[in-house]
């Protein structure tokens, strides 16, 4: 072997040795923390983004920056906390383009805040919103041409609504009006268990109840009449007034019919149209094989122990001392 061929072979075997370990090392964590990542940026108004974190283990929270034309940080948020996936950026400027990281951070012992490695490239996200009729619908489209599936914070103040069931593909739409042109403007969508022989008809929101007793010692949160026996209500809970007596095989059924003709729906879904969908407000129930406008809503089942809805904002601290990852 001569003299430059052993140098060469002795510069790499020196250069993995000593760059491969600390490379692989920087990559994976700064500081002894895991580098966080945004994973997706949704518009949720003009002047709002909903930006979904991957969190990492082991720290105190999150800072998310917008990334600089000059590769310099503007912190546009702090979370201080470990459970948080999903983080609303308010006050952002219509029409500009953002370029969104995220650090975690931890408290040493010393007191000191100790940060995470960062993406130095970001998601870029336009806040950009245009709108086109299709099928005699209006949907509402971001920057990047994508369909937005909650369009109710682009939507005036007063507005009104109308809900319909699809009791085949159990999904309910939410629809806002659009002038003179009816409803035409789907605003929401929920994932729901109906019964197997809910009828078809047209109907509207009568009475509303806080909590309600169901047949068979059950018992619902936020429910509303659609008409004689059948409601909006949620998932059957064991216990009434109790949100931490859930049904938690009967919650697992959601997307699929379940009920003995109510309309079963997340807390989430049914506080909404307990809040937002007044006395009167038009119900359509029908069956059809297409979903609807915005497809059939994703849903994560629960384990045994979670007695709980996860989206029921008054059991909001059960999942953060369980550090549950919900969809
Ligand atoms: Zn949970």
């Known amino acids: 072997m001569n003299k430059s061929k052993y140098i060469t072979i002795l510069f790499f075997i020196i250069t993995i040795s000593i760059f491969s370990p600390i490379k692989a090392h920087a990559i994976e964590t700064f500081n002894n923390i895991n580098e966080p990542a945004i994973t997706n940026i949704i518009l949720r108004s003009k002047s709002s983004f909903n930006v979904t974190l991957s969190r990492v283990s082991d720290v105190d929270g999150y800072y998310i920056y917008n990334i600089e034309d000059d590769g310099s940080l503007t ?55 245009s709108t086109r009729y299709k099928k005699g619908l209006k949907y509402y489209y971001d920057a990047d041409g994508k369909i937005i599936k909650d369009v109710e914070h682009f939507l005036p103040k007063k507005r009104k609504y109308m809900i319909k069931v699809n009791t085949k593909k159990c999904v309910v739409t939410v629809y806002a009006k659009d002038g003179r042109k009816g409803y035409r403007i789907p605003v929401k969508s929920f994932i729901c268990s109906p019964g197997k022989y809910t009828s078809s008809g047209t109907f509207t929101v009568g009475e509303k109840y806080r909590y309600r007793s169901l047949f068979y010692n059950s018992y619902s949160q936020w429910t509303a009449v659609i008409h004689g ?99």
């Open 75 to 129: 912190l546009l948020k702090t979370v201080n906390d470990n459970y948080t996936s999903h983080v609303t950026l308010k006050g952002m400027t219509y029409g500009r383009s953002y370029r969104l990281t995220v650090k975690a951070y931890k408290l040493s012992e010393n007191g000191e805040i100790i940060t995470s490695n960062y993406d130095p490239n970001g998601i870029t996200k336009k806040l950009n919103v």
């Open 229 to 327: 026996n059948i409601l909006f209500h949620t998932t059957p809970y064991k216990s009434y007034g109790n949100n931490n007596s859930l049904d938690v095989a009967e919650y697992n059924k959601l997307g699929t019919p379940a009920s003995h003709g109510c309309i079963r729906l997340q807390c989430e879904a049914v506080k909404w149209i307990y809040d937002n969908c007044k006395r009167g407000t038009k119900v359509v129930i029908y069956r059809s094989k297409n979903s609807g406008p915005f497809g059939k809503p994703k849903f994560a089942k629960l384990p045994k122990w979670h007695k709980w809805d996860p989206t029921d904002p008054t059991a909001i601290k059960k999942c953060q001392k369980h550090n549950c990852k919900h969809l």
